[in-house]
């Protein structure tokens, strides 16, 4: 095994850093449009850090009307080296715009699973900068060895033009299932099943898993001995 095989498998195993039970004593706020939405929290071994992502909304824009403050958005991102105690603004997360999307793009509800020895981000793009709810929306995958450099993967076939909202974990079949909302099914929580889900035409659709009234994006995570 070669030394950086060694290091990337040292990594891989290597336990989450110290995340305080009362993290995020005073609520995070964006200091560029005080937006921020659909976060999703992820552990830097590598950094011995905390990680936040989140949509940028663009909630003090000036000269906005409708829904564009929703739209033209990128994705935040924020870093903890105390538990959460404290978070320093960095920016937005550069590489995120998949090839041909429609410029300004439109960027909402990241979520980070690490598999294997990289971080995946399940990402949904629209394209322009929209004042309603109109546009085709999709999920798309990207790479991460650090966290910070982002490789696109490709888009994943949902059978659906409006979908968003990605969530991703591991089943306890063994198998990994994306739930996501879409919007061209009442608005109901669909879901998708893979045995690589870091290959995005591996996904193959299981249909609405939540039924019912319109509800928002779902975020499925493991918590003692049940899935939430």
Known sequence: MSQQQTAQQKSAEAPAPY?????????????VWDGPTDPVLVADHLKGEWVLFYTQRRATAPGLTGVEWVHGTGIGIARSSDGGTTWRYQGTVEGLIPP???????????????????????????????????????????????LETW????????????????????????????????????????SAVSDTPDDPSAWQPEGIAIPGRPHEGPKVFRLGGWYW
């Open 19 to 31: 995340l305080r039970a009362d993290a995020f004593p005073v609520p995070y706020r964006d200091p």
């Open 100 to 146: 041909g999307t429609e410029l300004p793009a439109t960027l909402w509800a990241p979520d980070v699973v690490r598999i294997g020895d990289r971080w995946i981000m399940y990402l949904t793009v629209l394209g322009g900068r929209r004042t309603d709810w109109t546009g085709t929306a999709e999920i798309v995958e990207f790479a991460s060895h650090d």
């Open 151 to 190: 490789d696109y993967l490709g888009r994943i076939n949902l059978d659906s033009p409006r979908v968003i909202d990605a969530a991703v974990a591991r089943c306890g079949d063994g198998r990994y299932r994306l739930w996501y909302k879409d919007e061209t099914r009442g608005s109901n929580t669909c």
